[in-house]
């Protein structure tokens, strides 16, 4: 059934991810809404994560606030990846200090061939939810992202069972039970695809598919074990675009940009903008890769290296992000002084 939507007012992030003429670069940052925000504070204070997760008025709260704040040209719906495997029956823990922790990870075989990818967007209707409200509280001023996680991405957490540096225990499930490890990543697929698509149908403009941890895997086993997985995902989105961000695996650029049929590709900051549109030949929409930690230099020290990202990658064909989520420490002055400065760009120097 389809919603009555407020028109959108400012649709430079779509005209850019369709490869437009645009007047200058959007921008828009990961994790924008969050931890250093004082106004999301208040509400860590009083809720759980996945309570502001999973209450709709609280995830559509918290999405805008960045958009009052910052006022970015897109707002990204407030959730988390591993919303997915806890509809596949994994339980996620957020620790303070640790992050997320599975309390019970796949082990053996038998857990793997049991995760089944079964009524996910019914499962997972609190974030539908929250994307109709947010659409509608946006008011038409920016574009609303939707996003899930890359299979390999959400298997590393599945069978480590937390966050890890290398993730050695995903990775060896994955040589010593190949069969079991692709049922899985074939059940995360269907299990993501059906998500995006839902979020679509509820009203987000575009979608990211986060592949954190694509950086642990050499080329080839990036080729058998995310890059077949992420194609289908992407493929199956029909009516929005869809941005692919595999961080880290600076090698698949060529393969992704001619091969996936992404609008657009996230760049880390380990990526010479320079290289990745020799790679891209220019032929798709990038996004990125200002180094998160550069937001804690001197304000004049982050104008000045935003304006030189934007000079290197250019002004068409791309949207100005960080490389990876903002840091919770970041000032609000500093995270507006980046905003501030890619809406301030002019390709003529004075």
Sequence with gaps: MPHDFPTLKNDLFLRALKGETVERPPVWMMRQA??????YMVLRRKYSFFERVETPELACEITIQPIDELEPDAAIIFSDILTVPQALGIDVDLVPGKGPVMGNPIKTEDDAFAILAEDVPEKLNHVMKAITLTRHELNGRVPLIGFAGAPWTLFCYMVQGEGSKNFDKAKA???????????????????????L?????AGAQAVQLFDSWAGLLSPDDFN???????????????????ILFAKGAWYALERLSFKSGASALGID?????????????NEITLQGNFDPTNLLAPIPEIEKKTRRMIDRFGTQRYIA??????????????????????KNYSEVKT
Excluded at 34 to 39: A, S
Excluded at 173 to 195: C, G, N, W
Excluded at 197 to 201: C, F, L, N, Y
Excluded at 274 to 280: C, G, I, P, S
């Design 34 to 39: 969050g931890r250093y925000l004082p106004q």
């Design 173 to 195: 499930f994955l040589y010593q039970h190949p069969d079991a490890s692709r049922h899985v990543m074939k059940e995360l697929t269907k299990a993501t695809i059906d998500y």
């Design 197 to 201: 698509r839902a979020q679509v149908e």
């Design 224 to 242: 058998e074990w995310a890059l077949p997985y992420l194609m289908e995902i992407t493929q199956s989105i029909k009516d929005v675009p869809v």
């Design 269 to 281: 900051w380990a990526i010479a903008p320079e290289f990745a549109r020799e790679k891209t030949r």
């Design 321 to 342: 992000n960080l490389g990876h989520g903002i840091l919770p420490h970041v000032p609000v002055d500093h995270a507006r002084a980046f905003v501030d400065t890619v």
